[in-house]
């Protein structure tokens, strides 16, 4: 049977204000998730995805925790609108930004950044619980007054002597992170997860590789694509046509090495579904109707999914000369 990917009336039962400018939504839902997952919700017919700070092994009721983006359209309206009651359509819990089977005894250690704490925290909060992993921790924000779920950590720190070592970084006082203090916490070997703004995220990857951490021991929830969503910066012209069907209409558009089919969707005018761009949450999934393409990542298909057809538009290129794509209604 293929995974469900629809969405699903949710309920909201409680809102808890955590700073000036985030907010807890808590959902009533029996979904089953894993720590670090995130669920993809609609809004007035635009997509947003917000990740779990609860987690399954602790806590009884999921929570999603989102930060108001000055300007933001679907933050926004969730801060000025929402009650308790009110309810939202959300798709099933998804992504991969999870523990790792085999990480055994392995360090974890996360480095958070702003909202970016929301999935760290629901990540630290099931190593401590579910495994005897020592976990460290550094949170960056702008000033202790936006310091998300800081209370929160220091009683998981001092429940648990030894097992969490904790380091809340604040820009008012401290700067910005450095690349020492991202040392500070990385040790030897250990399982590395990083979620935050871009900038913050940069810094901390390029320190770890420079450090000599393995690319595949570090694992990034991207908020917002790496790359936005301009068109691949490497994409040449090449051989072909790429096809886009979107709702109701046809477009086509010369095909460009490089280039996804959801970046030639927007090329050809459209303004095509997606969320994580990462492949993880099957928002932009449409199905192949001619030729082939290939993804790059698949972490929200299976197997008799991608049989029929479907494929996720941020992440398949174009493997056959023309290539027609159409997206369900
Ligand atoms: C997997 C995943 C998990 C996530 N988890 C969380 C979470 O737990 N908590 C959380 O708070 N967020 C999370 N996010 C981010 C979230 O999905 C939204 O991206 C975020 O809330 C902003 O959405 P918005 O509609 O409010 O803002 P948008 O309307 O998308 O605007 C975002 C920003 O871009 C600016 N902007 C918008 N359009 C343009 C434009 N055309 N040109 C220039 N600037 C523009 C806006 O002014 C604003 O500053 C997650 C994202 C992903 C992919
Ligand atoms: S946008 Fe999430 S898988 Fe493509």
């Known amino acids: 049977m293929s995974r469900d990917h629809g969405f699903h009336p949710v309920r909201i039962t409680r809102i808890v204000d955590e700073t000036p400018d ?20 609609r809004v007035r017919g635009t997509l947003r995805s917000y990740s779990m700070s609860s987690c399954p092994d602790t806590d009884g009721e999921l929570r999603v925790t989102v930060k108001r983006v000055p300007g933001g359209l679907v933050s926004g309206w969730m801060h000025e609108q929402l009650r308790p009651g009110d ?27 702003g909202s970016g704490i929301t999935p760290v925290f629901s990540l630290v909060k099931s190593a401590l619980a579910t495994t005897g992993r020592p976990v460290r921790l550094l949170t960056a924000h702008r000033s202790a007054a936006d310091a998300i779920f800081s209370g929160e950590l220091d009683a998981l720190a001092a429940g648990r002597p030894g097992r969490l070592r904790l380091h809340h970084h604040l820009d008012d006082r401290d700067g910005l992170v450095d690349a ?11 399982d590395f997860y990083l979620c935050g703004p871009e900038p913050f995220m940069a810094l901390v990857e390029e320190t770890l590789s420079a450090h000599g951490v393995a690319e595949e021991r570090i694992f990034v929830e991207r908020f917002t694509p790496s790359n936005g969503t301009a068109p691949a910066p490497a994409a040449r012209p090449a051989e072909g046509t790429v096809t886009v069907v ?18 030639s969707a927007r090329r050809a005018g459209f303004t095509p579904p997606f969320s994580c761009e990462s492949g993880d949450c099957a928002t932009c999934m449409a199905r192949l109707t001619a030729g082939e393409a290939k993804m790059r990542v698949n972490n929200a298909l299976d197997a008799d999914e991608v049989a029929e057809g479907h494929v996720l538009t941020c992440q398949a290129e174009p493997s056959t000369t023309d290539v027609t794509v159409e997206y369900e209604d």
């Open 22 to 41: 985030v907010r807890t939504f808590t959902l009533d839902t029996e979904f089953p998730y894993r720590a670090g997952q995130f669920m993809t919700f």
């Open 87 to 113: 309810v939202l359509e959300a798709t099933r819990p998804s992504g991969s930004f999870c523990l790792r089977e085999d990480a055994g005894g392995r360090p974890l250690v996360a480095y958070a950044g």
């Open 180 to 190: 020492a203090s991202v040392l500070e916490l990385a040790g030897g070997p250990a």
């Open 246 to 263: 979107l709702r109701g209409q046809r477009r086509s558009v010369p095909q460009r090495s490089g280039e996804t089919l959801l970046q």
